[in-house]
């Protein structure tokens, strides 16, 4: 994402996301399945501020990509058996 932007501006969205927090991995799933209907591109200041893409057609998307595989990203994938 160019220059910290997004199509609607620069960090829209704002979430707190905390993946170290208590609870995160028994709330994983709700965790997920909210942001990818909210807001599957979000900005969150935790950690000095980092993106959090969780939609997958979203994570595709984002600069970075390169031959279809994203060096540093694994799509979220909730309710896959």
Known sequence: MSDMTTPSGPKRCPVH???HAPGYRDRF?????ELQQSCPVAWSETYDGHWVVSGHP???STEGV???RHPYATPLQV???
């Open 17 to 19: 996301f905390d993946r």
């Open 29 to 33: 799933e709700e965790i997920t399945e």
């Open 58 to 60: 979203e994570v595709w």
């Open 66 to 68: 390169q031959g279809g």
């Open 79 to 81: 309710g896959v058996p």
